[in-house]
């Protein structure tokens, strides 16, 4: 069964930082493509990072600022983010999907698989 499970939302201020986390079970996330999304109130969803392999797109307005990272041995993929803005506020998810068309998916959203979501509050 795929299971995401996101943690490490919260609050803080302009300019911290936080890190989330996705632990995965059921699947290989090394094998496919992986993403983070968020969904600001009364906004569409929207791709942050998708990431297959060796190979990450960020969107652009998080570029220089957020940074994937993986742990293999927990099955647990981060994204750290640094140098938060209240525009980054949002419902964040990390999601699955094949890797075929992970790029793509940055704009078209389109996994598999969500989480439940970590709430992300920048003031």
């Known amino acids: 069964q795929v299971q995401l499970v996101e943690s490490g939302g919260g609050s803080v201020q302009a300019g911290g930082s936080l890190r989330l986390s996705c632990a995965v079970s059921?699947?290989?996330?090394?094998?496919?493509?992986m993403g983070w999304l968020r969904q600001a109130p009364g906004k569409e969803r929207e791709g942050v990072v998708v990431?297959?392999?060796?190979?990450?797109y960020y969107t652009d307005s998080v570029k220089g600022r957020f940074t994937i990272a993986q742990d293999n041995a927990k099955n647990t993929v981060y994204l750290q983010m640094n140098s938060l803005k209240p525009e980054d506020t949002a419902m964040y998810y990390c999601?699955?999907?094949?890797?075929?068309?992970?790029?793509?998916?940055?704009?078209?959203?389109?996994?598999?698989?969500w989480g439940q979501g970590t709430q992300v509050t920048v003031s």
């Open positions: 059921g699947f290989t996330y090394r094998s496919n493509c």
């Open positions: 990431f297959y392999g060796g190979t990450t």
């Open positions: 999601a699955v999907r094949p890797y075929i068309g992970c790029r793509q998916a940055l704009l078209e959203r389109d996994f598999a698989y």
